[in-house]
């Protein structure tokens, strides 16, 4: 593919209220009210997340509160990183979700919830094959750019949850090789997916994040679904535990409390609650 010929084709263009508006409109809202409220749009802000937990200090705000920006400059991915975040060539949105109603069992499910949302979104305005790595790390399966080990990486989510949950999406849409921080990032223009408007992405995500929500609140099934997209099940895998451990062994299930299943190198069999997973080569 000729990436400047392709690059020139994606518009960096801010987005727009009446258009969001107009493609939110068909998208049902799930369960945050009919319609969704309207996203707030900035220029640029230090974090979406950040931005909406400084909103929530002032007290309690409507379900599907949601705020996009064009470009953050310290943008928060998982443990604590900084997410890449140039201005117009991505998706980064937060949104509010209650959680009180939720068993405590369950709320540990969000976060993969979300993260089906989003692949549900992108799959249907792109029709890329666009699947999970454990936890919620949007990617595409094979190899790295620079031939090293993949998936490559094109977005992920952030939970943030307290009485009301913070759900933070980024996903790159027309980055260039240039402005990606790793060979295992990508963008929806790198991975060939046809030029879109990012407001039918943020419609679409927003749409997919009620059905979502409201599956993870029913416990309807969202587990089997997120076995079937999860890209990390049966793969040979080394995890970096919150405590330094490495782990490293198959990753065989997803347990009904969203915990990842590992038959480690000694034959036993470990739950992971949090870390951050790579794929090792087969």
Request: proline share 7%; hydrophobic share 45%; net charge negative.
């Amino acid at each position: 593919m000729n990436m400047g010929r392709a690059a020139a084709r994606w518009s960096r263009e801010p987005l727009e209220a009446e258009s969001v508006k107009r493609w939110l409109a068909q998208y049902p809202s799930g369960t945050v009210g009919t319609p969704w409220p309207e996203p707030e749009l900035l220029d640029t802000t230090g974090s979406t997340n950040t931005h909406l937990a400084a909103v929530l200090a002032g007290g309690r705000v409507p379900e599907g509160t949601c705020v996009v920006a064009e470009h953050q400059s310290a943008g928060k991915g998982r443990q604590g990183r900084v997410w890449e975040s140039p201005a117009g060539a991505g998706l980064w949105l937060s949104v509010v979700i209650d959680i009180a109603s939720v068993p405590p069992a369950r709320r540990g499910l969000l976060p993969l919830a979300a993260g089906l949302a989003v692949t549900d979104a992108l799959i249907e305005v792109t029709g890329l094959d666009v699947r999970l790595k454990w936890p919620n790390d949007i990617v595409i399966d094979g190899l790295a750019r620079d031939g090293s080990p993949g998936p490559r990486k094109l977005g992920g989510v952030l939970i943030e949850a307290a009485d009301q949950a913070i759900v933070g999406c980024g996903v790159n849409v027309s980055g260039a090789v240039a402005e990606l921080p790793t060979p295992q990032a990508t963008s929806l223009l790198i991975e060939g997916a046809p030029p879109l408007d990012r407001g039918r992405l943020l419609a679409a995500e927003l749409g997919h994040l009620g059905a979502r929500v409201a599956q993870w609140r029913a416990d309807a099934g969202l587990i089997e679904d997120y076995r079937e997209r999860c890209l990390s099940l049966g793969r040979s895998v080394q995890v970096l535990l919150p405590g330094g451990e490495i782990l490293v062994g198959v990753a065989t299930a997803i347990s009904p409390d969203g915990q990842l299943v590992v038959n480690d190198s000694q034959g036993n069999t470990r739950s992971v609650a949090a870390g951050d997973v790579i794929h090792a080569t087969i």
